[in-house]
């Protein structure tokens, strides 16, 4: 073979080794790419998730007032200003409590647990008719690793009468990372029979302590608020009582 048909191959082979070698050099940077473009995707998402997120505290802080009954006296609206916060009141929904859509989470949440926390509230939760799938109305700052989420719907009692009384509730619901139930209190109820009416509230802060409080209001219009009622969540996820 001459030495012209010699250069010829090397150069041929040099040529397709280079193509070859540019060819893998792309696929690895479109690789790099690719993977560089979901993570930074993946981190949009997880930044856009925790801008969604509602940050503690939440609740009116005004129900933790010592002298809240005296306060109310001598101003009627921050009464109408605390329940309106929490629930509908004169046909008007509350603004803070708004429907999230999430497929994962809309036919998802049904008491049980909440229901049997603390037994004075069962005679008012505990539904005659079983639930409806409760709506997710409240993402929550994380926990470690815990969601923690507002559900709201409906229990379904009888009165004196045996007549149905729906009752408007929310619940605090703790979930794992791959959405298990770890625990769930009820946070949230507005009852009401035509002859006493009783007002579940709640308050939780930055250090995930819950205050619960009670408004009641008998058929003479006498009111009064409960002792205010303290849970905590723990880093585990659950709800724990916290005895004075």
Do not use: W
């Not at 997710?136 to 045996?162: A, R």
């Amino acid at each position: 073979m001459n030495t012209k048909k010699i250069g010829l191959i090397i150069i041929y082979v040099l040529l397709v080794t280079n193509f070859l070698f540019s060819c893998k050099y792309s696929k690895k940077n479109i690789d790099t790419n690719i993977n560089d473009s979901i993570a930074i995707n993946s981190d949009q998402n997880r930044l856009l998730e925790d801008t969604l997120k509602t940050k503690l505290p939440i609740g009116k802080k005004e129900l933790l007032l010592n002298n809240i009954e005296s306060k109310i006296a001598k101003d009627s609206s921050l009464l109408l200003e605390i329940l309106k916060y929490y629930d509908t009141i004169n046909g008007i929904a509350s603004i803070h409590f708004k429907t999230i859509d999430d497929v994962n989470l809309n036919s998802f949440y049904k008491p049980d647990l909440s229901d049997s926390k603390d037994s004075k509230d069962s005679v008012f939760l505990k539904s005659e008719e079983g639930y409806n799938f409760f709506k997710l109305v409240k993402e929550l700052s994380i926990i470690n690793d815990k969601k923690l989420s507002i559900f709201e719907g409906k229990s379904s009692s009888l009165d004196y009468d045996g007549n149905m009384i729906f009752t408007n509730r929310k619940d605090l619901v703790i979930l794992d990372n791959k959405n298990n139930i770890v625990d769930a209190l009820n946070i949230y109820y507005s009852y009401s029979d035509g002859i006493f009416a009783k007002t579940k509230l709640f308050f939780i802060d930055k250090d995930y302590s819950i205050s619960i409080r009670y408004y009641m209001e008998d058929e003479e219009g006498k009111v009064n608020f409960s002792d205010i009622e303290k849970f905590k969540i723990t880093n585990e996820g659950e709800i724990l009582s916290i005895k004075p």
